[in-house]
């Protein structure tokens, strides 16, 4: 990382905590930001945050590792999460992940060669009565067929 992008990266913190506060509860609100913004929290962006908050750079770090939404390496520029419950199971989830792998050309825990998605499971969407569940960034999707996944998937190309 260059000096430049770390310094922005120290100013961007700086604006979320007077926008968040500098409290320990602040900690979860400034990294969902910093996700958002950059896909993944660098790990100059933990140590920053923990500096700023006042607070030890392992508490950042158990934060970003207890929350599945939270991630330390980069991703795709989309992150397509499929539900992994018993009930999307039953509801044809393997039907739909071959389809999807298949489409893509990657297997779920990778991302594309272009960045452009990443796959991962999820424990749960909360939709055990509406599965398969598929979350596309901040989108849920139910009901999910191998069809219906092709043309989410063309949508996000």
Same mark, same amino acid.
């Given at each position: 990382?260059?000096?430049?992008?770390?310094n @922005?990266?120290?100013?961007?913190?700086?604006? =979320? %905590?007077?926008?968040?506060?500098?409290? &320990?509860?602040?900690?979860?609100?400034?990294?969902?930001?910093v996700q &958002? /913004?950059?896909?993944?929290?660098?790990?100059f962006?933990?140590?920053?945050?923990? &500096?700023?908050?006042?607070?030890?750079?392992?508490?950042?770090?158990?934060?970003?590792?207890?929350?599945?939404?939270l @991630?330390?390496? +980069?991703?795709?520029?989309?992150?397509? &999460?499929?539900?992994?419950?018993?009930?999307?199971? =039953?509801?044809?989830?393997?039907? %739909?992940?071959?389809?999807?792998?298949r489409?893509?050309?990657? /297997?779920?825990?990778?991302?594309?060669?272009? @960045?452009r998605i990443t796959?991962?499971?999820?424990?749960?969407?909360?939709?055990?009565?509406?599965? +398969?569940?598929?979350?596309? @960034?901040?989108r849920?999707?139910? /009901?999910v067929? +191998?069809?219906?996944?092709?043309?989410?998937?063309?949508?996000?190309k």
């Amino acid at each position: 990382m260059l000096v430049l992008e770390k310094n @922005n990266i120290t100013e961007e913190i700086e604006q =979320l %905590v007077r926008k968040h506060g500098k409290s &320990r509860s602040s900690l979860l609100p400034i990294l969902q930001d910093v996700q &958002r /913004k950059h896909k993944y929290i660098p790990d100059f962006a933990q140590q920053e945050i923990a &500096r700023l908050l006042d607070i030890h750079p392992v508490e950042v770090y158990s934060v970003i590792s207890f929350y599945a939404f939270l @991630n330390t390496k +980069p991703k795709g520029r989309n992150i397509v &999460r499929l539900c992994k419950t018993i009930t999307c199971d =039953l509801a044809g989830k393997d039907n %739909v992940a071959k389809m999807i792998e298949r489409e893509l050309g990657i /297997k779920f825990g990778e991302t594309t060669k272009d @960045n452009r998605i990443t796959l991962e499971y999820v424990n749960c969407l909360g939709m055990c009565d509406q599965g +398969p569940a598929l979350l596309v @960034n901040e989108r849920v999707y139910s /009901k999910v067929t +191998p069809e219906k996944a092709i043309k989410i998937l063309n949508e996000i190309k």
